[in-house]
């Protein structure tokens, strides 16, 4: 496609885009809603917990670990190329998926998805980048924000739907159809484009994250799972994978094309917006793991019903998604960031207010302010990531905005799943004694578990559920605490280091008029022209004053003639 053509059709490329984002939002919503059936023996595959967490971790480990190196094969080979392979590997992972007969087979094949997820979305953000011009970007990106709300609400709701008339595989093959349709809609629509410097794929650092998250959260999991927090087997992966980061980041800072470029991190407003965006999703991530327990084993709700309680959070972003950028033209990143993430740190403590008989239009408003808070903060970071890098490190961008959201959901599973599980153990520990040794460990795994053994006892079992019940809730409590603390914590850190909004004064306006104008004079005595110069300058500044200087240097040039 020529330039012109590619601005004509702008909108109808992002629209495609956003398909290729729709399949990888609403894979991971429909899978929290299954959860509790994949986890049943009779109609699911009797997952344990700790198989649930590594059902979604294997998905997120893979995704956040070969993001940049995804992100730099686009530069190199060509993005809308990356783009369509990608989208062809998640729809075949999803088919697996649909189809494991066991556990292990679901995570293995979840971790095909996490390749062709991250072979997507890198490209997404950076084919926006380039055919978008910087004023319209923001917006653009807005957008493609706002397709995460979008996958939210349909994917519960869906999901819920097939659970009630086919069996848990089927939510999976939602994928397949909207993978095709991406691929097809690509390869007529989507413009090639590369990166003429473009760096080598960095395989020592892509084998050193994986294996270091994988350490780190397998550590976190087995604590969960049963093991005391200070014994070797906990300790010992979760140091390890510690070690093996830290080298990792110390490889990546002294290598000329690195998978994860560590030295971006030293961009004050960078730094600070990936940090922002990584605890938004450690709060998201928590909340969507729980709250279908909550909704599902505590208070009884079927599949679908938890899918249409989830659709007010994807309401609620794509309310304020597209309505970040303006809002930050008016009140500055700074406020609107920091806003976000204040109604997502509510959002997140309000769940440590609700038991087992709780109205449920407080879980829809919930889910309605976090929903608000992410639509609010995300496009204005990502936006703040994005300007904060020359276009040809688009893709650099993009992978450091999506690895932080993966790695931050994966750490939030392993994590706060780990800690709801000890809690909840330790809570249900009194009733359990009561059981035989023989099934006292598989009861205390999980609120599904327990529920499952005393269906098996029958009229016997009857006395575990509503102790089950109350510790679910007991452990939920803890659990939301600390994750609304850390986003308290998230939005200290935005007022702190992202900077404010500020206007420049007549003066600074006019000393960048006239050098300007001496650029472009420059210019033109190269034999270029006065306002392409200046329209380049202008783009390359990328603020809205600055392209505004043209008239007036253009006044100037007619004045001095």
């Given at each position: ?192 484009s590369r990166n003429p410097a473009a760096g080598k794929i960095d395989y020592v650092g892509v084998l050193g994250s994986v294996l270091g998250l994988v350490l780190l959260v397998y550590g976190i999991v087995q604590g969960g799972d049963g093991e005391s927090w200070g014994s070797l087997g906990v300790l010992g992966p979760a140091l390890g994978g510690l070690v093996v980061l830290g ?153 450091l905005t999506n690895t932080a959201r993966q790695i931050a959901v994966a750490l939030s599973v392993a994590a706060l799943g780990s800690i709801l599980s000890s809690a909840y153990r330790s809570s249900l520990n ?132």
């Open positions: 496609m020529d330039t012109q053509q590619i601005q004509r059709t702008r909108w109808v490329i992002l629209s495609v885009l956003v398909v290729g984002l729709l399949a990888i939002v609403i894979d991971n919503t429909v899978l929290n809603v299954a959860l509790k059936t994949i986890a049943k023996p009779a109609g699911g595959l009797g997952a344990s917990q700790s198989q649930l967490e590594w059902a979604i971790n294997s998905y997120t480990l893979v995704f956040a670990g070969l993001l940049f190196s995804f992100g730099v094969l686009g530069d190199r080979i060509g993005r809308k190329r990356v783009l369509m392979a990608g989208l062809v590997l998640f729809g075949l992972g999803s088919l697996i998926s649909a189809y494991s007969h066991s556990p292990d087979q679901l995570i293995a094949a979840r971790a095909v998805m996490g390749l062709g997820g991250a072979a997507v979305m890198p490209q997404t953000l950076s084919i926006i980048a380039n055919v978008f011009e910087p004023g319209e970007r923001a917006r653009a990106i807005g957008i493609w924000t706002s397709a995460v709300g979008i996958g939210v609400a349909i994917g519960p709701v869906l999901g819920g739907l097939l659970l009630a008339h086919f069996w848990w595989g089927s939510v999976f093959l939602i994928n397949v159809p909207v993978t095709i349709a991406g691929v097809i809609a690509a390869a007529i629509l989507v413009p090639e080298l990792f980041a110390w490889y990546e800072s002294r290598i000329e094309h690195p998978s994860l470029d560590v030295r971006l991190f030293k961009i004050r407003a960078l730094s600070a917006s990936v940090g922002s965006v990584a605890l938004l999703f450690f709060g998201f991530g928590g909340v969507y793991f729980f709250s279908s327990f909550y909704l599902q084993n505590v208070r009884g709700y079927s599949p679908l019903e938890t899918g249409l309680l989830a659709v007010p959070f994807a309401l609620g972003q794509f309310v304020m998604s597209p309505r970040s950028a303006s809002l930050v033209n008016r009140l500055g990143v700074r406020r609107v960031m920091a806003a976000g993430m204040l109604a997502n740190a509510v959002a997140i403590g309000g769940w440590a207010f609700l038991d087992q008989s709780s109205p449920i239009w407080i879980v829809a408003v919930m889910f309605f302010v976090q929903g608000a808070g992410l639509g609010l903060a995300i496009p204005a970071a990502t936006t703040t990531i994005m300007q904060a890098l020359p276009r040809e490190r688009a893709g650099a961008g993009s992978a009194p009733t359990l004694a009561h059981l035989p040794a023989s099934a006292r460990n598989a009861a205390g795994s999980s609120i599904t578990a327990t529920q499952a053994v005393a269906a098996q006892l029958g009229h016997a079992g009857q006395f575990l559920l509503a102790p089950a019940d109350s510790a679910f809730v007991d452990a939920m409590r803890i659990t939301t605490a600390i994750a609304a603390a850390l986003a308290v914590v998230g939005g200290l850190a935005v007022m702190r280091w992202i900077p404010g909004r500020r206007r420049p004064t007549f003066a600074e306006i006019e000393e960048l008029v006239a050098a300007e104008v001496a650029a472009a004079e420059r210019d033109l005595a190269a034999g270029r022209d006065l306002r392409v110069g200046l329209a380049r300058s202008a783009e390359l500044a990328g603020t809205a004053e600055l392209a505004g200087t043209a008239e007036l240097a253009e006044g100037a040039e007619l004045s001095e003639r």
